[in-house]
C-alpha cells in the first residue's frame, strides 16, 4: 500500500503557483519523498526528489518540512500542460525494487 | 525523454495467443521494470530485472514471463492471453550510477486489449 496521502483533485488558475501537499507521516529516515506525473494516457514522468532539505529543478520545487511528515510540491507558474494526475511516492533511497503508486492527485490547471 | 520507447504502441489480440511486447532503452541503466495499469489499481509491477538474464517476480506476475538477453531489451510475453491481461503496459528503468537514490524513467506505454 501507499505510504502516502494526497487530496483527490486540486484547481489552479494558469498563470498561479500550483501547491500540492502531500502527508507521509510513517516516514523513516533513510526514505526519500519522490513526485512523479501522469499525463493522461501518457507515462509518468519524473519531476523531483528529496530526502530533507528542500529541492528546485527546472519543473518544480519541493518543501519537506521540519519533521518530513509533509511536503508540498510546487509549480510556479501553471499551464495549461499541467493538468495531469500526480504522485507522491516514499521510497527507500538506492532501492531499486518497484514504484508504489497511490491515487494521486488530480491537478485541473484552468 | 529517457531514451525509452516501447513496441507495439497498441495492439489487440485475440483470447489465447501469444502477445510479446518489447522495451528498448538507450541510456545503458541497470535495471528495467515491466508495470501494468489498471483503473482503480494505479501501476503494478509485474516483473523486473537487475541485469541481463537476471529477473524476478513483480506483484501481479502470474500469466507473464520476461526475458533479458541484452543490457538494452527487456522482452514481455504473455504466453495465453486472457481478456484479464487487457490493460496499459509500461516498461521503466532506472540505476544509471546514482549512488543513493534511484529514479525510474518510464516509457509512452502499451495499450493491449485482448478480446
Known amino acids: 500500500d501507499a505510504k502516502t496521502t494526497q487530496p483527490p483533485s486540486m484547481d489552479c488558475a494558469e498563470g498561479r503557483a500550483a501547491n500540492l501537499p502531500c502527508n507521509h507521516s510513517?516516514?523513516?529516515?533513510?526514505?526519500?519523498v519522490y513526485w512523479y506525473r501522469q499525463i493522461h494516457s501518457q507515462g509518468p514522468q519524473y519531476i523531483i526528489h528529496?530526502?530533507?532539505n528542500n529541492e528546485t529543478n527546472e519543473m518544480a520545487s519541493l518543501i519537506i518540512t521540519e519533521d518530513r511528515k509533509s511536503s508540498t510540491l510546487i509549480l510556479p507558474h501553471a499551464t495549461l500542460r499541467d493538468t495531469a494526475v500526480y504522485y507522491c511516492?516514499?521510497?527507500?533511497?538506492?532501492?531499486?525494487?518497484?514504484?508504489?503508486f497511490g491515487k494521486g492527485t488530480k491537478l485541473s490547471v484552468k | 525523454d529517457a531514451g525509452i520507447t516501447q513496441s507495439p504502441r497498441h495492439k489487440v489480440t485475440e483470447t489465447g495467443t501469444p502477445v510479446t511486447l518489447r522495451c528498448h532503452q538507450t541510456?545503458?541503466?541497470?535495471?528495467m521494470y515491466w508495470y501494468r495499469q489498471d483503473p482503480g489499481h494505479g501501476l503494478r509491477l509485474i516483473h523486473y530485472?537487475?541485469?541481463?538474464?537476471?529477473?524476478d517476480k513483480g506483484e501481479v506476475s502470474d500469466g507473464y514471463s520476461v526475458s533479458r538477453s541484452k543490457t538494452e531489451d527487456f522482452l514481455l510475453t504473455l504466453e495465453s492471453a486472457t481478456s484479464s491481461q487487457t490493460s496499459v503496459y509500461f516498461c521503466?528503468?532506472?540505476?544509471?550510477?546514482?549512488?543513493?537514490?534511484?529514479?525510474?524513467?518510464f516509457g509512452p506505454g502499451t495499450r493491449l486489449t485482448v478480446l
Open positions: 530485472s537487475y541485469g541481463v538474464k537476471d529477473t
Open positions: 510513517t516516514i523513516s529516515g533513510n526514505e526519500y
Open positions: 541510456e545503458n541503466h541497470r535495471y
Open positions: 521503466a528503468i532506472s540505476g544509471k550510477g546514482q549512488k543513493y537514490t534511484d529514479t525510474q524513467y
Open positions: 511516492i516514499v521510497r527507500d533511497g538506492g532501492s531499486q525494487g518497484n514504484l508504489i
Open positions: 528529496g530526502l530533507k
